[in-house]
């Protein structure tokens, strides 16, 4: 085999960089027309309703059963953290600010990108390579607005509403394991989450988390079906892209809108 | 505008390229109305292309597809979504939607499209199912039929809006003996019957031979030839006569090009 210049490899860089401009615009063509794109074919809402069951409803038993244990570990590790300094009282403080800030809005899209976004990658894809997608085409209907859009809206809403979902039960498995577990008083554990959570810092800034990464993860899941080779393989490889990818970008975002949000510069 | 109304599609120079290979270069075909047309060639010569070109599913690199009157390529999206609403296409997988059953499946284009009263699409999906033998699948799901069914199925599904041009991408590939025959039968019964215009997308000889009453043969990204089948089969040319007689061999090599033989078997390099 030929070795690779430095032309060859410039050459090469180039190459990519074309293709990921190209990938960008496309994807972003596709999100336009698929959320602002005129619609012919009604019962748009019935079809957001079926998306909302199949990708929230559905994906709640895997965040209620992790946000219960995350917030059961959280309590446990601040417990033994908090004792050497005897702060133990701080724990529910320590588990409210840490699910409501950080892990109920990343491990919620984690999970999202996980469960529902492979799911959504291989629908999409599965259709595509069945010709269903061409069908609708032919039909009249634009797989856009029947297929995409509602698919989009329904992850756009699911994922925040999961991400409180995650929250509220890791603290619900945190009080259980400082409480009822390892003896916190109650008062001081529900008084001090009290004190320390605002709702516009924490909460708020929470929901704009997870709205963020609802926004990407689905546009990732979604675009990487439609835009897959149509074969097994080339479903298997956009379902594993659509993971990867929906994962980096949701630590990567993270660390940004956790800078943005609470770095006081 | 299109330059005759005879013809229910017309390729006008269409030329279409995947990446720099040219898949058809210059091309030329009319469609006459309330015909069956065939459009055969070897396999991998672009037959598909060509139906996705005419369904505008595929944008040409250069030339125009004329289809009842409009210039597809040159539509808006929202307009090509309401031109194709004149058009059936029986895809070769059937591609029939696996989540609604058999009635859900043709009744789709009609809920989608129209707003007919409930009795009124159960009566003309019933009608449609009756005309491809399949009144009584009505409630089955798409995995529970046989190759044969679901494209039956598909084509129920693909007049359910009484189109004005219905297309067929390969239908009889992979179809025992017996679907086969009823789907030959289908095809210029439901063309003479309704009225239509049917393009059959094919390298199956003697069936598309059988119902079409004329045939354009592809390859080399160009028409090789055109004509009633009878004209076909006496043609001169020696890439029809092979394509038309099934010759192994001829204009189109049986072998891959590779090196010489001896190069292979005696280690002569």
Known sequence: MRRKTLTDRVALFGHSAIEAVAILG???????????????????????????????????????????????????????????????????????????????????????????????????????????????????????????????????????????????????????????????????????????????????????????????????????????????????????????????????????????????? | MSADNAYAVELKGVSFKRGSRSIFNNVDIRIPKGKVTGIMGPSGCGKTTLLRLMGAQLRPSAGEVWVNGQNLPKLSRSDLFDARKHMGVLFQSGALFTDLDVFENVAFPLRVHTELPEEMIRDIVLMKLQAVGLRGAVELMPDELSGGMNRRVALARAIAMDPQLLMYDEPFVGQDPIAMGVLVRLIRLLNDALGITSVVVSHDLAETASIADYIYVVGDGQVLGQGTPAELMSSDNPRIRQFMQGDPDGPVPFHFPASALDADFLGKR
């Open chain 1, 26 to 265: 496309r994807s972003t063509l596709f999100l336009l027309h698929s959320l602002f794109g005129r619609s012919s074919t009604g019962g748009g809402f019935q079809l957001l309703v079926k998306q909302l069951y199949s990708v929230g409803v559905m994906s709640l038993a895997i965040v209620v059963v992790s946000g219960m244990f995350i917030g059961m570990v959280l309590a446990l590790q601040g417990f033994s953290i908090l004792t050497k300094y005897g702060s133990e009282q701080a724990v529910g403080q320590m588990v409210a600010l840490t699910l409501l800030r950080e892990l109920g809005p990343v491990v919620t899209a984690l999970l999202f990108a996980g469960r529902a976004g492979s799911a959504l990658t291989a629908e999409i894809g599965n259709m595509k390579s069945t010709e269903q997608l061409s069908s609708l085409e032919m039909i009249g209907v634009d797989p856009l607005k029947y297929i995409v859009a509602p698919r989009l809206w329904a992850g756009f809403i699911s994922l925040p509403v999961l991400a409180l979902i995650f929250s509220v039960v890791g603290i619900w498995g945190g009080s259980w394991v400082a409480v009822d577990w390892l003896g916190v008083y109650s008062g001081s554990f529900w008084a001090n989450m009290q004190n320390s959570v605002t709702f516009n810092t924490d909460v708020l800034n929470g929901v704009i988390k997870s709205l963020v990464f609802a926004f990407v993860v689905t546009w990732i899941a979604v675009f990487q079906g439609y835009d897959c080779e149509p074969t097994s393989e080339g479903i298997s490889r956009a379902t594993t892209k659509t993971v990867v990818y929906a994962s980096l970008a949701v630590l990567g975002l993270d660390f940004i809108l956790t800078a943005l949000m609470f770095g006081d510069f």
